[in-house]
């Protein structure tokens, strides 16, 4: 009887363990965070993704205009940045951004799905569809509204303060910018597709300075 008693517990004890250690918590892996794009960063690595908003639904009822005026390519001349986001269902469209010299040439255009806007990080709060509208109108302004960043007011811990000079596209570019006190185009699309462009007088066209993630 003993015997059967102490096989009985070995039995229920080894599967206690084999339960505990296929129900522990996975490892994720840890996103990037920099400062000078931190509001367009995943902010949860935790989000359940049976739990997010479907979007196929939300459309916009009016285009979004985005306008700003600001020195670039240029010490003394403001160049125009535009953002365009169309009406429509946000799966069928595409949003463009345009920046343009005083003189009306383009010097930077990028056309892309308007659902690249979105941080799936973000669809965890959002509920309806005219959550998902506002959250794609603010977020189209912020490419501008928050694109724009003066180069001396990066952080230590910022992607271009820890970069190796390798890892520059475009490093003589970033360091011209940097002696002029010109300002850096930086925006977010599809979570990690950041973008860092400089206007290069060589191009006489906005560059990518450098690549990330």
Excluded: W
Excluded at 145 to 170: H, M, P, Q, R
């Amino acid at each position: 009887m003993k015997k059967i008693n102490l096989k009985i517990s070995a039995i229920i004890i080894s599967g206690f363990i084999l339960f505990s250690c296929n129900t522990s918590t996975p490892l994720t892996e840890q996103k990037p965070t920099f400062d000078s794009m931190s509001a367009s960063l995943p902010v949860e690595d935790n989000v359940d993704r049976d739990d997010v908003f479907n979007y196929t639904n939300t459309s916009l009822a009016s285009d979004q205009e985005f306008v700003r005026a600001e020195k670039f390519s240029n010490d003394s001349i403001e160049d125009t940045f535009t953002v365009i986001l169309p009406k429509g269902a946000i799966t069928k469209t595409k949003t463009t951004l345009i920046v343009s010299s005083k003189s009306g040439k383009i010097i930077y255009q990028h056309i892309f799905s308007t659902t690249e806007l979105i941080n799936e990080y973000d669809l965890g709060a959002i509920k309806t569809d005219k959550e998902m509208m506002d959250y794609i109108i603010t977020k189209a302004g912020d490419v501008i509204g928050k694109g724009l960043v003066d180069l001396n007011t990066i952080s230590d811990n910022d992607y271009l303060a820890i970069a190796t000079k390798e890892a520059f596209t475009n490093y003589d570019l970033f360091m011209d910018m940097r002696a002029k006190g010109r300002r850096l185009l930086n925006y977010t699309l599809n979570l990690e597709n950041h973008y860092y462009l400089g206007y290069s007088d060589k191009d006489k066209k906005v560059v990518t300075i450098i690549e990330c993630c």
